[in-house]
């Protein structure tokens, strides 16, 4: 560990401890407001291109566990904490700190979370730097000219390269089902493992696409559903999905979850606008406007529908309770249906986990 900085678009600096990777890391600068789950939120492809801020003060003190990943390794490009745990640990636990550096991640520790969290909500989400001393100069020009995440492929790495049946997720996740009541076709652009899992339990057959994929290795081949999943960046970079999406509309149930509902948007003829600083965290209430019943969901997304854009015949499912914002659509005559939260809860609350079961009985 050594002294290091965390300087934003802005100019805004802030001192702390790095542990990890020394290089300058750059990425945008985005807070979540889970009190746990922060090897979930590190694995998470959707965090790609983003540097996390925890606004809980103490991270790190139940460990990390093998069973508490949604990829293969860590997706964020740094942790950002007010005071790193460095206690015991229950038996075959290991530290965040050895997590983060033997996954060639940063962490910084000692940085104002409150204060920092503070000036994203009054200035919005922006681009920011790690560096230690003596590599003040480099960082400035890296972050100077370093691109916004409108403008990153930030998919490619996050996705599976070729169509992948039934995926092993490892340690501490259910294998494929043995007799599969349904066949589902995912585009990949990031999934997390607790997705397929969810799938899994229910008695589907997975089969990932990559984010190249075109209607062709769809249509026509037995499957009963096309999933968009979640993934990181900005759907309208997405263009050419788009267009194999509006080909698949109509003629097979089309589902979708954060990037995937952002993109089901686009298709049907709607806008998506990126959010001034998202919502992150396990605390955001939903209300499903068809039931009038409010659920406390689990979220990580930058973007979201542009509910005016929206055309005639794609209803407004469900609600942020607290900015109004869509996080739901349904367009019944083309039998699709998204959601912009994490029915899958990893990490947060469990209260829309139905969301699966409800993508499955509509086929």
């Known amino acids: 560990m050594q002294k290091a900085y965390l300087r934003l678009k802005d100019k805004t600096t802030f001192e702390g401890i790095a542990y990890g990777c020394i290089s300058p890391v750059a990425g945008e600068v985005v807070f979540n407001t889970s009190m746990t789950g922060y090897p979930e939120i590190l694995s998470d492809p959707s965090y790609n291109g983003q540097m996390v801020v925890m606004t809980y003060p103490l991270i790190g003190n139940y460990g990390v566990d093998e069973a508490e990943h949604e990829s293969s390794g860590i997706s964020a490009a740094a942790l950002i904490v007010k005071k790193l745990y460095k206690g ?11 997590y983060i550096t033997s996954n060639g991640a940063v962490l910084i520790e000692g940085i104002d979370t409150r204060a920092l969290t503070i000036h994203i909500r009054e200035n919005g989400s922006q681009n920011g730097i790690i560096y230690t001393e003596g590599h003040e100069a480099e960082a400035i020009e890296m972050l100077e000219s370093f691109p916004l995440i409108t403008e990153r492929d930030l998919i490619t790495e996050a996705a599976v390269k070729e169509k992948t049946v039934n995926p092993d997720l490892g340690t501490g996740f259910i294998k494929a089902p043995q007799n599969a009541k349904y066949n589902i076709a995912i585009a990949d652009y990031g999934i997390k493992y607790s997705i397929i899992e969810d799938f899994y339990k229910r008695g589907c057959r997975v089969t990932l696409l990559p984010p ?15 999933f968009l999943s979640n993934g990181p960046g900005d759907p309208a970079y ?15 149930p089309v589902r979708g979850i954060c990037l995937g509902h952002q993109l089901i948007t686009i298709a049907l003829g709607g806008k998506t606008v990126k959010m001034e600083f998202g919502h992150h965290g396990g605390n955001q209430p939903v209300l499903d406007v068809f039931t009038g019943k409010t659920f406390v969901t689990s979220q990580n997304h930058g973007f979201m529908s542009d509910e005016a854009s929206l055309p005639e015949g794609v209803e407004v499912w469900l609600r942020n309770a607290n900015d109004q914002s869509v996080e739901g659509l349904v367009q019944r005559k083309l039998n699709v249906m998204s959601v912009q939260f994490h029915p899958e809860a990893s990490p ?3 209260d829309r986990k139905d969301i699966f079961d409800i993508f499955l009985k509509e086929l």
């Open 88 to 98: 015991p640990l229950p038996e075959g636990k290991r530290s965040l700190e050895e």
């Open 212 to 226: 190249t994929w075109t209607s062709e290795d769809v249509l026509g081949k037995g499957f009963d559903m096309l």
């Open 238 to 252: 997405l263009q050419d999905t788009v267009k194999e999406i509006r080909k698949c509309i109509g003629m097979i």
């Open 348 to 350: 947060g609350p469990h």
